[in-house]
C-alpha cells in the first residue's frame, strides 16, 4: 500500500478549483487592491518601504521585473464580492465614492493579515522588524477603514466588533473539533475578517436583512470549500506536523493518534498506516463531496439575488471537482 498512499498525496497535491475569466472591471479592481498593498508599504517610515515592498515579493514568490500582483495569488472570488457588491441593483442605492474607497483599504488589508498572521503565529513567517512593522499597520489601516464604513451603517460599530470577536475567539479556542462539520462551523469564524466589509457593504445597499445574511452565507461557503481544499492539498506536510485539518477530523481515534506523532514518525510508518485509512475509506472523496456542495451553496445563494457574475465564478471554480477531474 506504501505506492498508493504516495500515489494519493501526489493527486492531493494537484487538486485544484477550475479558473475564471475575469471582466476588464475586475481586471482593474485588482489593480487598485493591489495598489493599497503599495500603499501601504509607503505609509511606512521611508527607511523601510524597500524592504516592505521585497517582503511582500518574497513571501508571494512575485519574481523582480514581474508586475507586483498580490491578490492574484487568491482565489477570485475572496475580492471579486466586493466588486460585484459594488456593481449589483438596489435601486437607489450605490455605493459612495469615500465608501468604495473604504472597503477596497478594508478588504486587502483583512485579505492581507489572514495568512499573515497564521504564519507568523506558525513560525512560517520569521518574526522580525519589518514583519511585525506590516502587521501592525496592516491592523490600523483596517480598523481605520473598517470604522469609517462602520459610520455609514446601522450598529455598524457592533457588527465590526463581533466579527473581531469572532476571529479572536476561533484562533484562541484549543478546544478539540470532533467533526468535519464542526470543523467547517469553527472556520466560519476564524475567517470572521474577512467578512466584515461584505457584510456592510450588502447593510448599506439595503435594509433587506437577507440579503446581508445570503451575501455572509455564500462567502462562508466559499472560504470553507478553500479551506477544505487546501487540507487536502496539504495532508502530507499536516501528518508530518501534527496539525488538525479536516482530514484528521474523519479519523477514529486509534488513527488519530498515529497523526498526533507528528514528526517521531521518521520511518513513515505512521503516515502509511494513514494514508491506508484514508483511502481506504474514502475520506478525500467525503471531503472533496463538502467542497463541492459548499461552492454549489454559493452559486445558488447568490444566483436567488441576481448576481449572476459572482454565482458564475463559484460554478468556474467547482466544475473540475464536480465533473470528476482530478479524482482518485
Known amino acids: 500500500?506504501?505506492?498508493?498512499?504516495?500515489?494519493?498525496?501526489?493527486?492531493?497535491?494537484?487538486?485544484?478549483?477550475?479558473?475564471?475569466?475575469?471582466?476588464?472591471?475586475?481586471?482593474?479592481?485588482?489593480?487598485e487592491l493591489n495598489d493599497e498593498v503599495i500603499s501601504l508599504c509607503k505609509s511606512l517610515p521611508q527607511s523601510t518601504q524597500t524592504d516592505a515592498l521585497l517582503?511582500?515579493?518574497?513571501?508571494?514568490?512575485?519574481?523582480?521585473?514581474?508586475?507586483f500582483s498580490i491578490f492574484t495569488h487568491y482565489y477570485v472570488p475572496a475580492w471579486s464580492i466586493i466588486y460585484w457588491l459594488i456593481q449589483s441593483d438596489h435601486g437607489d442605492?450605490?455605493?459612495?465614492?469615500?465608501?468604495?474607497?473604504?472597503?477596497?483599504?478594508?478588504?486587502?488589508?483583512?485579505?492581507?493579515l489572514h495568512p499573515l498572521d497564521d504564519h507568523l503565529n506558525d513560525g512560517q513567517i520569521p518574526v522580525t522588524h519589518?514583519?511585525?512593522?506590516?502587521?501592525?499597520?496592516?491592523?490600523?489601516?483596517?480598523?481605520?477603514?473598517?470604522?469609517?464604513l462602520a459610520d455609514r451603517v446601522d450598529k455598524g460599530e457592533e457588527i465590526v466588533q463581533g466579527f473581531m470577536n469572532d476571529y479572536y475567539s476561533s484562533i484562541r479556542n484549543s478546544k478539540e473539533i470532533p467533526s468535519l462539520g464542526t470543523y467547517c462551523d469553527h472556520f466560519r469564524k476564524q475567517m470572521a475578517t474577512w467578512l466584515i466589509v461584505p457584510v456592510l457593504?450588502?447593510?448599506?445597499?439595503?435594509?433587506?436583512?437577507?440579503?446581508?445574511?445570503?451575501?455572509?452565507?455564500?462567502?462562508?461557503?466559499?472560504?470553507?470549500?478553500?479551506?477544505?481544499?487546501?487540507?487536502?492539498?496539504?495532508?502530507q506536510i499536516d501528518m508530518k506536523k501534527g496539525a488538525h485539518s479536516s482530514v484528521y477530523t474523519c479519523l477514529p481515534e486509534h488513527i488519530k493518534i498515529h497523526w498526533d506523532k507528528g514528526n517521531e514518525d521518521k520511518k513513515n510508518h505512521?503516515?502509511?498506516?494513514?494514508?491506508?485509512?484514508?483511502?481506504?475509506?474514502?475520506?478525500?472523496?467525503?471531503?472533496?463531496?463538502?467542497?463541492?456542495?459548499?461552492?454549489?451553496?454559493?452559486?445558488?445563494?447568490?444566483?436567488?439575488?441576481?448576481?449572476?457574475?459572482?454565482?458564475?465564478?463559484?460554478?468556474c471554480l467547482l466544475s473540475p471537482l464536480k465533473n470528476g477531474q482530478n479524482y482518485l
Open 1 to 31: 500500500m506504501e505506492d498508493k498512499g504516495k500515489d494519493l498525496l501526489s493527486s492531493c497535491s494537484e487538486i485544484d478549483f477550475g479558473s475564471v475569466n475575469l471582466s476588464e472591471g475586475e481586471k482593474e479592481f485588482c489593480c
Open 55 to 67: 517582503f511582500f515579493m518574497q513571501y508571494f514568490r512575485i519574481p523582480i521585473g514581474q508586475q
Open 93 to 112: 442605492n450605490v455605493i459612495a465614492h469615500e465608501d468604495r474607497k473604504n472597503a477596497k483599504m478594508a478588504h486587502s488589508m483583512a485579505l492581507l
Open 130 to 148: 519589518i514583519s511585525l512593522l506590516l502587521r501592525s499597520q496592516c491592523w490600523m489601516i483596517m480598523n481605520e477603514a473598517l470604522n469609517r
Open 201 to 235: 457593504v450588502a447593510k448599506s445597499l439595503t435594509k433587506n436583512e437577507e440579503f446581508t445574511d445570503a451575501i455572509q452565507n455564500a462567502y462562508e461557503s466559499f472560504g470553507i470549500a478553500w479551506r477544505l481544499l487546501d487540507d487536502i492539498n496539504d495532508i
Open 270 to 315: 505512521y503516515s502509511n498506516v494513514i494514508l491506508d485509512y484514508i483511502l481506504e475509506n474514502g475520506i478525500v472523496e467525503r471531503i472533496k463531496e463538502k467542497i463541492c456542495y459548499e461552492l454549489d451553496s454559493a452559486a445558488t445563494i447568490v444566483a436567488d439575488y441576481n448576481m449572476a457574475g459572482l454565482a458564475d465564478e463559484f460554478v
